[in-house]
């Protein structure tokens, strides 16, 4: 393949960092002026394409490629390192690397593999220089017809004949503040605003956050590092509207269009008519409030506009883009930067405690510049939190971060929308999304008469819809999908000042977690709304806390854990409740033996069957003397208690005690009560255990058909019940029925209950059982395999699941691998090990 055409011409794809695409955009184009044929992601690849495809056939298909060497070029992690080592590989069509330094980076900087490479230099060069030695590169140098003056290739519109400036050579107007020397990270960010500015039709991009997430700075350092695009970059100060005229008038000075007239609105309207028609220029409105109050100073035009704002309503503006905190690895890096003596590891955990909040982060490193430790600042934020947000300051910044915070709850309280009293419950709340249906009803609490000491909060939809559109318009808190997600400096700073008022709000928020809870843990379709509200429920420390309902919600919290497949996650939860209430409210309190049977669940569904029957036998009598023989949690400490015994091997007091208790249940509950069912569905497979396999099998059939109609067939009690149907389909020599009936159930514990759930597991377990029946011994390996692997990340090596999982793997791989002996000892054998597995599994789905 040639990449030179008979008059000579030549094909260049250049490879760069985010940070430097005004250089790629400057060569690229100079290099098109020569008749030479260039490629550049950003003008030849469209969405949607196959970034990685794109790139090697670039690569395959130039005879140069130009490497633009600078510090953010050889950052890890960038795709940069793919593209200049591929070059290197590549040969059989003749690419040859050229590496460019753009920026004076010493060649120590340098991967060792391009030390050794001579450099094309183009930093401190004028633009003429710079030009001249691009065009070095080819045989036949040569110069555009004029001088160029405006960004980008032909392609994306540009007049012919003109050309971007080269980066690093300012516009001729321009009020830009300095650039932050500290500013690190956000590259994505700025390549993201680029490329929004560039294709917006309106031309117009607002970039809207929080209080110190970093906006200003951001629209700031976009200005410099992209100067070299514009002829005129102004910063307008917009968060007093009533100012921006004399801010638009001293630009129409700089533009020489200055009106006669002294009057500031006619001399602003001569700026932006300027503007509008013109070309090459970037106006800023830092801190806009309001869309209403900046609308009609927007030039329209084919200039750029860059708004910052804590409002995210300006959707009829132009295109939104959320400024989130740092990413860890920038919060590490800029603390890094400002405090050099201080660790890695203090430093990423300094970010978790600030929410890698960006001006959080810069007023830490001033304070911690002084001698304080992480630890000392740590301690110093939990009781001081406004004082110490107070602090640290950097110059680059109008307020702190308290004084922020303070000063946007002062207008969000003279809005008088409601959102204050919202905003300041929502602080005693965890740091993750709070759903705005919580609102809509009036909670109750336990203590009526504290709780109506606070103003009392919005209720309906209109008015809490009210409420959280001021919060957002004040930059307190993001809404997403009709939920509030407050930062958690924010929230410490608002704790700070309602210190007095602190247990009003702490009944407010108990009465709205209880009242949010979900009717139910064992349906899929509740998971979702648990998820939500864990985390805010453990915010409260339900183990100190003096509300019945609250601690009897962490209870169901517990549940919910384990039902869900999360019971790593449940024990340490579980056994700090057990503590506390075992010592505040005394092993016979209601509430205590509830969190009893669910410590020994925890245990149970961990194979910790000892810990578990010494929690159950005690809770079984303490809850028949206090609660009474029939009482619903007697009867589930009662066939928790038979599950241990089945466990550790007592399966014929297991029986006994589960036939007891399914008589009681049935009379109390009925018989189709999900309790029922399931103390009948293990009373099946202790029968079938003990021999008796026709009742067994006549029974499990029976309760699997109730499950369906009573319980829905995608309940996961269904699915463990269709598990057990399948192994007595296998049994009975009906392995094609067994492999479908598995099929089928495995695919809805993966749709309702998801990939590494335990009851999923199990079923994948047993429907590669049943497909070694069929003799389907590649299928069956992989699935193994693939499952053994779950098995080992969700319960860990220690579980006897994972223990029986890889004892079977361990086997089949050894007889697969040797193939020793007879065929018929190989199938004999075969057949007594498929028998012990599928006896595994009946105690497996047993014990689930």
Request: net charge negative.
């Amino acid at each position: 393949m040639s990449t030179t055409d008979d008059a000579g011409r030549k094909r260049f794809f250049i490879s760069y960092a985010g940070p430097d695409r005004l250089w790629a955009e400057w060569i690229g184009w100079q290099l098109e002026q020569a008749e030479h044929d260039v490629e550049l992601d950003v003008w030849d690849w469209g969405p949607g394409e196959n970034f990685v495809l794109r790139m090697d056939q670039a690569l395959r298909s130039a005879n140069r490629v130009l490497a633009l060497c600078s510090a953010s070029y050889f950052e890890q992690d960038r795709f940069t390192t793919d593209e200049w080592t591929s070059a290197i590989a590549i040969k059989e069509y003749g690419a040859r690397l050229v590496p460019i330094r753009i920026e004076n980076l010493p060649r120590e900087r340098f991967p060792a593999a391009l030390r050794a490479m001579t450099t094309l230099d183009l930093f401190g060069l004028e633009e003429d220089q710079a030009r001249r030695r691009v065009l070095e590169l080819v045989e036949r140098p040569g110069h555009p017809g004029s001088s160029p003056v405006f960004p980008g290739p032909a392609r994306s519109g540009v007049p012919r004949g003109l050309g971007p400036r080269l980066p690093g050579t300012g516009p001729q107007v321009w009020r830009v503040p300095a650039r932050n020397a500290s500013f690190a990270g956000r590259d994505a960010l700025l390549v993201e605003i680029r490329e929004a500015l560039t294709v917006s039709i309106s031309g117009v991009v607002v970039l809207h956050g929080g209080g110190g997430f970093g906006k200003t700075q951001t629209a700031i350092e976009y200005a410099h590092r992209f100067a070299a695009d514009y002829d005129a970059v102004w910063v307008i100060d917009a968060e007093q509207s009533e100012l921006i005229n004399g801010q638009l008038a001293a630009l129409a000075t700089a533009l020489e269009v200055r009106a006669p007239v002294t009057d500031q609105t006619v001399t602003a309207q001569r700026a932006l008519a300027e503007l509008h028609k013109s070309e090459r220029w970037l106006l800023v409105f830092d801190n806009a409030e309001d869309p209403a109050e900046v609308i009609d100073y927007l030039p329209g035009g084919r200039g750029h506009v860059l708004i910052t704002s804590r409002n995210s309503a300006w959707a009829e503006a132009g295109t939104r883009i959320a400024v989130e905190v740092f990413t860890r690895e920038e919060s590490v890096r800029l603390l890094h930067n400002l405090v050099p003596r201080l660790p890695p590891s203090e430093a990423g955990h300094l970010a978790e405690i600030l929410g890698d909040l960006p001006l959080a982060l810069v007023q830490a490193a001033g304070v911690l510049a002084s001698g304080v430790t992480v630890a000392h600042y740590e301690r110093s934020l939990e009781a001081h939190a406004t004082e110490v947000l107070s602090h640290g300051r950097p110059t680059s910044y109008p307020a702190s971060l308290a004084a922020a915070t303070s000063l946007a709850l002062e207008r969000l309280a003279a809005a008088r929308a409601g959102g204050e009293t919202v905003i300041r419950a929502c602080a005693y709340l965890a740091p993750e999304p709070i759903p705005a249906a919580w609102f809509y009803a009036s909670p109750r609490s336990a203590d009526e008469g504290l709780a109506y000491a606070l103003e009392a909060l919005p209720t309906g939809v209109l008015k809490v819809s009210r409420a959280f559109e001021a919060i957002t318009r004040y930059g307190l808190a993001r809404i997403d999908r009709n939920k509030l997600r407050l930062h958690r400096l924010t929230a410490a700073v608002i704790r700070d000042q309602t210190r007095r008022q602190r247990a009003a709000y702490r009944e407010v928020i108990a009465g709205l977690l209880v009242a949010a809870e979900p009717k139910s843990t064992d349906k899929p379709e509740t998971w979702p709304d648990w998820a939500v509200l864990v985390p805010h429920v453990l915010s409260q420390d339900p183990a100190t806390s003096p509300h019945d309902p609250l601690r009897l919600l962490a209870t169901g919290v517990v549940r919910y854990l384990v039902s869900s497949g999360q019971t790593q996650t449940a024990r340490p939860v579980a056994e700090h409740f057990y503590a506390s209430w075992q010592r505040s409210l005394g092993p016979d309190h209601e509430t205590c033996l509830e969190i009893s049977l669910q410590l020994a669940y925890v245990y149970q569904r961990l194979g910790l069957y000892a810990k578990s029957q010494r929690l159950n036998e005690g809770c079984l009598a303490r809850c028949r003397r206090v609660l009474g023989p029939d009482d619903p949690r007697t009867l589930k400490a009662a066939t928790d208690l038979a599950t241990d015994l089945y466990a550790l091997g007592a399966a014929e007091r297991a029986c006994s005690l589960n036939e007891e208790t399914f008589r009681r249940s049935t009379e109390v509950l009925g018989e189709n009560a999900r309790s029922t069912l399931g103390v009948a569905y293990n009373f099946a497979i202790d029968l079938y255990t003990l021999g008796d396999l026709d009742t067994a099998r006549a029974m499990a059939e029976e309760i699997h058909g109730r499950r369906r109609e009573v319980l829905g067939v995608d309940h996961p009690d269904t699915l463990n019940s269709a598990g057990i149907k399948a192994g007595h389909l296998s049994e009975s020599g009906q392995a094609e029925a067994a492999r479908a009936l598995a099929e089928d159930t495995l695919d809805m514990c993966r749709h309702a209950l998801g990939e590494d759930h335990p009851q999923t597991l199990l079923v994948a377990r047993s429907l590669a059982l049943y497909l070694r029946q069929l003799d389907e011994t590649e299928e069956a390996r992989r699935l193994e395999d693939e499952t053994l692997e779950r098995y080992r990340e969700v319960l860990g090596e220690e579980h006897p699941d994972t223990a029986a999982m890889a004892a079977r793997v361990a086997v089949h791989h050894d007889r697969e691998g040797t193939g020793n002996g007879e065929a018929a000892d190989r199938k004999e054998a075969g057949r007594d090990a498929w028998n012990h597995e599928l006896m595994q599994l009946y105690r497996a789905f047993r014990l689930l």
